[in-house]
């Protein structure tokens, strides 16, 4: 199975359909007269296919078990053919588009075995997926080769070079991942003004983001926060809320974390953790959607 712990929760949905083609008018006269031999076609198929919604992860080996939040199974007549719509909602890691393609599957099946006896030509075709919306297809990010960038190391050891950087350099490298190019790298020492120098020549010449790693602990040359904030001109509390509850998810220790994120003019400045399991959780939280943040400053919208 494909690891998603790294996934953030979000509602997810998904339509699938699938088409049965009876050859006479008298197979669709007796579905709808209830007059099947075995039951009920709509209904008996209706509640198999919730079933095998719910036991997708049972019979398909790399679909991961998740909450069903939502499901609906509709048929629709039209001619000598019965539409089946199968919708599925979750607010989870991993989308529900198999599940609801299994639900249209097996509802189709189940009306299948139960016809067969009144027609030997019955026919599923068509199963496929018709909508899917949630995670990351459907988040909106701004062009990302025209933003600048830079990363900024707060270290006393790294700074005195008793210490090599990890943590930055992991920063840059999930940048770069997401077509970011990292345009300056620098190391400065746990002090207030050297941050802050760093931050104001940065904002300076116009740069659209700039991370700081290190320093935003509770040791007494944790000063980051209160290097980066003063220079602030609106903060945006909910970047680092969201990274403090996906961390919090995965350790006990992230609530400890005073890092802080907010625009100096037009430049989003982010503090990140000094560890490099800091580093990793706190961008996987937050980007790439925090990026979207670039098209709202410049006054677009994407709806």
């Given at each position: 199975m494909?690891?998603?712990?790294?996934?953030?929760?979000?509602?997810?949905?998904a339509?699938a359909?699938a088409?049965?083609?009876v050859?006479?008018?008298?197979?669709?006269?007796?579905?709808?007269?209830?007059?099947?031999?075995?039951?009920?076609?709509?209904?008996?198929?209706?509640?198999?296919?919730?079933?095998?919604?719910?036991?997708?992860?049972?019979v398909?080996?790399?679909?991961?078990?998740?909450?069903?939040?939502?499901?609906s199974?509709?048929?629709?007549?039209?001619?000598?053919q019965?539409?089946?719509?199968?919708?599925?909602?979750?607010?989870?890691?991993?989308?529900?588009?198999?599940?609801?393609?299994?639900?249209?599957?097996?509802?189709?099946?189940?009306?299948?075995d139960?016809?067969?006896?009144?027609d030997?030509?019955?026919?599923?075709t068509?199963?496929?997926?018709?909508?899917?919306?949630?995670?990351?297809?459907?988040r909106?990010?701004?062009?990302?080769?025209t933003?600048?960038?830079a990363?900024?190391?707060?270290?006393?050891t790294?700074?005195?070079?008793s210490?090599?950087?990890?943590?930055?350099?992991?920063a840059?490298e999930?940048?770069e991942?997401?077509?970011?190019?990292?345009?300056?790298?620098?190391?400065?020492?746990?002090?207030?003004?050297?941050?802050?120098?760093?931050?104001?020549?940065?904002?300076?010449?116009?740069?659209?983001?700039?991370?700081f790693?290190?320093g935003?602990?509770?040791s007494?040359?944790?000063?980051?926060?209160?290097?980066?904030?003063?220079?602030?001109d609106?903060?945006?509390?909910?970047?680092?809320?969201?990274?403090?509850n996906?961390?919090?998810?995965?350790?006990?220790?992230?609530?400890?974390?005073?890092?802080?994120?907010?625009?100096?003019?037009?430049?989003l400045?982010?503090?990140?953790?000094?560890?490099?399991?800091?580093?990793?959780?706190?961008?996987?939280?937050?980007f790439?959607q925090?990026?979207?943040?670039?098209?709202?400053?410049?006054g677009?919208?994407?709806d």
């Amino acid at each position: 199975m494909v690891d998603i712990t790294s996934k953030s929760n979000t509602l997810r949905q998904a339509i699938a359909a699938a088409t049965i083609t009876v050859s006479k008018q008298a197979t669709i006269d007796a579905i709808v007269n209830r007059q099947v031999p075995k039951g009920d076609v709509f209904e008996f198929s209706r509640a198999a296919g919730l079933l095998a919604i719910k036991k997708t992860s049972d019979v398909i080996p790399d679909c991961h078990p998740l909450p069903i939040e939502f499901s609906s199974i509709k048929h629709e007549i039209s001619g000598l053919q019965i539409l089946i719509t199968v919708e599925v909602h979750t607010i989870y890691k991993t989308g529900v588009e198999v599940e609801a393609m299994h639900g249209a599957s097996v509802t189709a099946l189940t009306m299948y075995d139960m016809l067969k006896p009144l027609d030997t030509e019955v026919e599923i075709t068509h199963i496929r997926l018709v909508q899917k919306t949630g995670g990351k297809s459907d988040r909106f990010i701004p062009d990302t080769n025209t933003l600048s960038c830079a990363v900024v190391v707060c270290s006393d050891t790294v700074s005195a070079g008793s210490k090599q950087d990890l943590s930055g350099k992991k920063a840059v490298e999930k940048l770069e991942a997401l077509g970011i190019t990292v345009t300056d790298y620098t190391i400065v020492a746990d002090e207030i003004q050297d941050i802050q120098q760093q931050l104001e020549k940065y904002v300076e010449e116009g740069y659209h983001l700039v991370l700081f790693t290190g320093g935003t602990g509770l040791s007494p040359r944790d000063v980051t926060p209160e290097a980066v904030e003063p220079l602030l001109d609106r903060m945006v509390p909910g970047v680092m809320e969201t990274a403090r509850n996906y961390g919090q998810q995965r350790t006990p220790y992230a609530m400890l974390s005073r890092g802080i994120a907010g625009y100096a003019k037009n430049t989003l400045v982010i503090t990140l953790p000094g560890s490099v399991k800091g580093v990793i959780e706190t961008m996987d939280a937050i980007f790439p959607q925090v990026l979207h943040t670039f098209t709202v400053a410049a006054g677009s919208r994407h709806d």
